[in-house]
């Protein structure tokens, strides 16, 4: 691989320098934005990715994290190169010169298994790119041809590739064609920037400050590309890919640290989950690890049964495992276990030292289902069925006169697991025994991160990457990570948390992602404080922090 990234920076910077030579030496701002470099891509494109190279962008992040963390992240980086360039400074040979990429994928023109990459850059800086070929070109020599006024060079053999320079611009693939096809776009052939729906890529749509990297995805030519291959797809697989119109992700740093944001257009959005409003949030403890929130379990597996009734290998799968479920739990896979979760779920990791599982771990798991009023009833029957009667449940009385069942641990060290009602619609299954003081809806670090997210009505995602490292670090856990070494702690504490939210919006979801960071304190407080204000930045209003449920819950009163 190294070789062939040698031969790739070689034959740009020949191109680069080559067409320009020592005449033009100024280095530009490139003008090289997502929606400007597709300019260069032919339309056909069905993928396209980009990634900033400018280190003022990237710089962005020393104002997070620790010395330690700081010298991992350095040492990795460094490690990278060597692993990857050989003798080659990426960050001296290339980043000088080199400005934003764009990789862009095509349907092949001949059956394989690959797509047809094309590559473009800009060139910010000549005099760098030529002093970086004078030391290069003379261990990878390059053979000189033209198409329609531009001059392509190609190093053909076992990793061939061609690279064509116009008026700044670098294109390359391993394709000539696509070479070609590129120039032709630059000449005024239909780009990628024109087509329909490509407003979903501009770099303003997703309204990211400081953007590192983004990706787009048409999913129709996707679902063309792919069958134009030797794995050909058939009917059904392709409807399923084709219910979505388009994807697009990107990421940026602000002043909380990393945030990410996607939009899905779909094609056919008849399948949707019910809305979440995060009520359920409220029975896990403020100190909680991890907490996964949706809706629709029931909703899923139909869907998924449905899907599958069109692919007999999936659906003979699905029959197995029903037959197999109720040889060993005398229970209905689809009624008793899926058939009443049809509203809103959660799943919860926290720290605990009583009980079996937290004696081992140090830690504690809750799981919350809301559907229908004959919720208890169908939970107690699962997991009687479950356990096929091989434990011991003693049922009790909470301080509000409910009945909470125990699952005794066949250690003797009291119960493995506790279930029962919350109220008519909402049961709980959990190794937690005691009330909770504070829920989770209402902990300080949840509400700092998840409270830059907007509103959610199809899930949330939340991981507390500190509390992680107590964990780690706690009693329990000792004897595996004593030694571990120490700048990995360092770095899960330079993270304060991450949470990603999503948003159905018509026909189009909206998922947006923060992993907050530690700032240094020795930088300022405004990460943008050197740019003027940008007009497509705007920061979260407090009407788009998530619902809050005001009433503490516990999953088991004693």
């Given at each position: 691989m190294a070789k062939s990234i040698a031969i790739a920076a070689a034959l740009l910077t020949t191109a680069a320098a080559g067409a320009g030579g020592y005449y033009y030496l100024q280095t530009k701002d490139p003008g090289d934005r997502p929606e400007q470099l597709a300019q260069?891509?032919?339309?056909?494109?069905?993928?396209?990715?980009?990634?900033?190279?400018?280190?003022?962008?990237?710089?962005k992040l020393d104002?997070?994290?620790?010395?330690?963390?700081?010298?991992?992240?350095?040492?990795?980086?460094?490690?990278?190169?060597?692993?990857?360039?050989?003798?080659?400074?990426?960050?001296?040979?290339?980043?000088?010169?080199?400005?934003?990429?764009m990789i862009a994928s095509f349907a092949s023109e001949k059956p394989t298994d690959k797509p047809t990459v094309l590559v473009v850059s800009k060139v910010k800086d000549k005099l760098s790119a030529f002093n970086f070929l004078n030391k290069l070109k003379s261990k990878n020599p390059a053979t000189e041809s033209e198409y329609k006024g531009a001059k392509i060079w190609s190093a053909t053999g076992k990793d061939p590739f061609h690279v064509a320079y116009s008026d700044d611009w670098l294109?390359?693939?391993?394709?000539?064609?696509?070479?070609?096809?590129?120039?032709?776009?630059?000449?005024?052939?239909?780009?990628?920037?024109?087509?329909?729906?490509?407003?979903?890529?501009?770099?303003?749509?997703?309204?990211?400050?400081?953007?590192?990297?983004?990706?787009?995805?048409?999913?129709?030519?996707?679902?063309?590309?792919?069958?134009?291959?030797?794995?050909?797809?058939?009917?059904?697989?392709?409807?399923?890919?084709?219910?979505?119109?388009?994807?697009?992700?990107?990421?940026?740093?602000?002043?909380?640290?990393?945030?990410?944001?996607?939009?899905?257009?779909?094609?056919?959005?008849?399948?949707?989950?019910?809305?979440?409003?995060?009520?359920?949030?409220?029975?896990?403890?403020?100190?909680s690890l991890l907490v996964l929130n949706g809706s629709g379990i029931k909703n899923i597996w139909d869907e998924t049964v449905k899907q599958s009734a069109s692919e007999p290998k999936t659906m003979a799968a699905i029959e197995d495992l029903r037959k197999s479920f109720r040889a060993q739990t005398q229970l209905d896979l689809d009624k008793d276990v899926f058939g009443w979760m049809g509203g809103?779920?959660?799943?919860?990791?926290?720290?605990q030292k009583e009980g079996l599982l937290g004696s081992f771990t140090g830690l504690g798991i809750t799981a919350?289902?809301?559907?229908?009023?004959?919720?208890?009833?169908s939970l107690d029957s699962m997991v009687k069925g479950l356990s096929a009667g091989k434990v011991l449940i003693k049922p009790r009385q909470s301080a509000d006169g409910k009945t909470i069942n125990d699952i005794a641990s066949p250690l003797g060290t009291g119960s493995l697991l506790s279930y029962g009602s919350i109220d008519d619609k909402i049961v709980f299954l959990s190794t937690k025994?005691?009330?909770?003081?504070?829920?989770l809806s209402k902990g300080a670090d949840f509400q700092k991160v998840v409270g830059t997210l907007p509103a959610s009505d199809q899930g949330l995602t939340y991981i507390n990457f500190r509390q992680l490292a107590n964990v780690l670090q706690g009693e329990a856990l000792k004897q595996y990570t004593a030694n571990m070494p120490p700048e990995y702690l360092s770095l899960l504490r330079s993270i304060e948390g991450m949470a990603?939210?999503?948003?159905l919006e018509g026909d189009t979801y909206r998922t947006e992602g923060v992993l907050m960071l530690t700032p240094t304190s020795s930088q300022p407080a405004d990460i943008n404080a050197d740019k003027k204000p940008q007009a497509d930045i705007k920061p979260p209003s407090p009407d788009?922090?998530?619902?809050?449920?005001?009433?503490?819950?516990?999953?088991?009163?004693?």
């Open positions: 260069a891509v032919p339309e056909q494109a069905y993928a396209v990715g980009y990634i900033a190279t400018d280190p003022k962008v990237w710089n104002r997070f994290g620790n010395p330690l963390t700081k010298q991992v992240i350095d040492r990795s980086i460094q490690q990278i190169q060597k692993e990857t360039v050989g003798n080659i400074d990426l960050a001296k040979d290339v980043q000088p010169w080199l400005g934003n990429v294109v390359g693939s391993a394709d000539r064609a696509t070479v070609e096809k590129s120039i032709d776009t630059l000449k005024g052939a239909a780009s990628f920037s024109q087509k329909n729906g490509n407003q979903f890529f501009a770099s303003g749509r997703l309204n990211l400050p400081n953007p590192i990297a983004s990706v787009y995805i048409d999913f129709p030519r996707m679902a063309a590309a792919v069958n134009k291959g030797n794995n050909k797809l058939d009917s059904t697989q392709i409807t399923k890919l084709v219910k979505a119109q388009s994807f697009v992700a990107g990421m940026g740093i602000d002043d909380q640290g990393l945030r990410a944001k996607a939009l899905t257009q779909m094609n056919d959005n008849s399948f949707k989950l019910p809305a979440t409003n995060g009520k359920v949030l409220a029975n896990f403890p403020a100190d809103e779920y959660a799943i919860g990791i926290f720290p919350v289902v809301e559907g229908s009023e004959t919720n208890e009833k025994n005691s009330t909770i003081t504070e829920p990603v939210s999503s948003k788009d922090k998530p619902p809050v449920d005001t009433k503490p819950q516990a999953p088991v009163d004693q």
